[in-house]
């Protein structure tokens, strides 16, 4: 029996986590729903005014990005803001052919008088913040505009977004990513779900209460006054973004977060890049509860909600194992509850927990609609996107378990970037990228056997009890077989 109440135990603590989680992002939808409709009254700077328009400085760190280096240079020329105003710094870090290619492009377009520099390091020490640091140096602008290399900010990007500096507690302000190949496959139709779902829901139920909005690596600007006065960019973790957000927000800096300015980007087309993203993020995010969570509980700054919110937001990546765990137990306690009657009335109360999963439902509904409109034509493919969203990212649980166990326990590893590819439609090639990750991980082996352990889960919805079967899982053990099923055999078979 011990062996028995253990799992009743971890899977019941798990539950409840999940639910939390849910009701917290029930919490972020209400906030989302006030603010939605108000008018944003910030004051600007007046850039008719030529003395209002201030110095900036483009940062574009770089590391091997041999196929969307022309793109992205290509782009951001056509910035529009006044070229004596304007200074990019080309942070390339590369160690391939790429390097002189670079170069190349950068000479074009200093051709067409733009102030333009390539910066290159002996050394990745502190990798991606630590080219952001090294670049600070000799940054002319007051103001620091950073994309990664496959973000294709408009021509207006800039005016659609420094003007909110005129405000000087404002220390950050982000925008939005939108999705150049978002129906490329399934696979960019989940990532985009899951990152709509963020850059809705999440960044704007935080910012509209003053709680803690991360900077998202990209399509953002800082004032440098408030990279200096927290600190300056880190290396220590895998998400220096977060870090140097949550290390300003404490200095009480303001972030201003405008969902209606998007920034395209190109999704990760390979399974194996998506993986290699994944796990950072998640990762990231976990050392930076461990390096945060102390001075957010000990802040006098801000306020217990806040607090509360901050938390949730740095153990987001933490739900994994809430959620692996559940996966792995479920089927146990399906066993359990059929051979244990007088713990009847415990599984009736756990029923209750399938609301986490309907406040999801609700939650991401807002932001699909939000993006493709209402109406039942709309509500169906949503219903179809969220199965498979939720299904899949099962799938990557425990890929995402281990990035976090490594997070929380200190386990450090290397910056690995994700992989760029330059394709939009099903017509560009892929194949032959150099940066494509040829060999799967050992994970995705234990991937592929949880596929077979959930496929046994359904078969024991045929076998248990006295009154022909129990299916109450069977169709989350199925999403779980397509989950694991997806992941594992993409992993394997596909490079797309």
């Known amino acids: 029996m011990f062996l028995e109440y253990f799992i009743i135990i971890v899977y019941t603590v798990s539950l409840l986590l999940i639910f939390m989680y849910a009701v917290a992002q029930l919490n972020l939808l209400i906030n989302y729903l006030k603010y939605k409709n108000k008018q944003d009254n910030s004051v600007k700077f007046d850039f008719t005014n030529p003395e209002e328009v201030p110095y900036v400085t483009i940062q ?36 391939d052919e790429s390097i002189e290619m670079t170069s190349k492009y950068i000479k074009k377009v200093q051709e067409l008088g733009i102030d333009i520099q390539h910066i290159r390091r002996t050394n990745r020490q502190g990798y991606k913040a630590g080219a952001l640091k090294e670049g600070l140096k000799t940054a002319k602008g007051e103001f620091i505009a950073i994309f990664d290399a496959d973000f294709l900010p408009k021509p207006n990007w800039l005016y659609e977004t420094v003007p909110y500096f005129k405000d000087p507690q404002i220390g950050v302000v982000q925008t939005r990513w939108s999705h150049i190949n978002r129906n490329y496959s399934t696979l960019t139709k989940i990532q985009a779900f899951m990152l709509d779902a963020h850059f809705t829901l999440e960044q704007v139920g935080r910012n509209s209460q003053g709680h803690f909005i991360n900077f998202n690596g990209t399509a953002g600007v800082w004032r440098k006054e408030c990279i200096y006065d927290a600190g300056n960019w880190e290396g220590d973790t895998l998400t220096e973004d977060i870090d140097l957000s949550y290390r300003a927000q404490l200095k009480n800096w303001k972030f201003k977060y405008l969902e209606k300015v998007e920034t395209p980007a190109e999704l ?13 993020w998640n990762k990231g995010g976990a050392e930076n509860f ?33 959620i692996f765990l559940v996966a792995i137990l479920s089927i146990p306690m399906l066993y359990i509850k059929n051979e244990y009657a007088h713990l009847k009335n415990y599984f009736y109360i756990m029923s209750f927990f ?4 309907l406040i999801f439902f609700v939650c ?26 939720f299904s899949v990212a099962m799938g990557f649980s425990l890929h995402n378990t281990i990035a976090v166990l490594e997070g929380h326990f200190g386990k450090k590893s290397e910056f690995v970037r994700t992989p760029k590819f330059n394709i939009i439609t099903l017509k560009d090639g892929w194949k032959n990228n150099k940066y494509i990750k040829k060999k799967p991980s050992i994970h995705v082996i234990l ?17 248990v009890g006295d009154q022909g079967g129990d299916f109450g899982l069977f169709p989350f053990h199925f999403m779980l077989f397509v989950g694991f099923g997806y992941v594992f055999f993409k992993s394997v078979f596909s490079k797309a």
């Open 60 to 95: 574009l760190p770089v590391f091997n990005e041999l196929y969307v280096m022309k793109r992205l240079l290509k782009n951001i020329a056509k910035i529009d803001y006044p070229k004596e105003k304007l200074e990019i710094q080309v942070l390339d870090d590369s160690t």
């Open 268 to 280: 990760p087309v390979v399974i194996s890049a998506a993986r290699t993203q994944q796990f950072r």
């Open 290 to 322: 461990q390096k945060m969570a102390k001075r957010i509980l000990l802040s006098k700054n801000i306020s217990v909600k806040t607090k509360i919110h901050g938390l949730l937001h740095l153990l987001n990546s933490s739900m994994f194992i809430c």
């Open 354 to 357: 399938v609301m986490s999963s």
């Open 364 to 389: 991401y509904w807002y932001m699909y609609k939000n993006i493709f409109g209402n109406g039942i034509k709309n509500f169906l493919k949503y219903i179809f996107a969220f199965l498979t969203f």
């Open 447 to 463: 991937e592929g056997m949880l596929a077979l352990y959930f496929v046994f889960g359904m078969y024991s919805a045929f076998i």
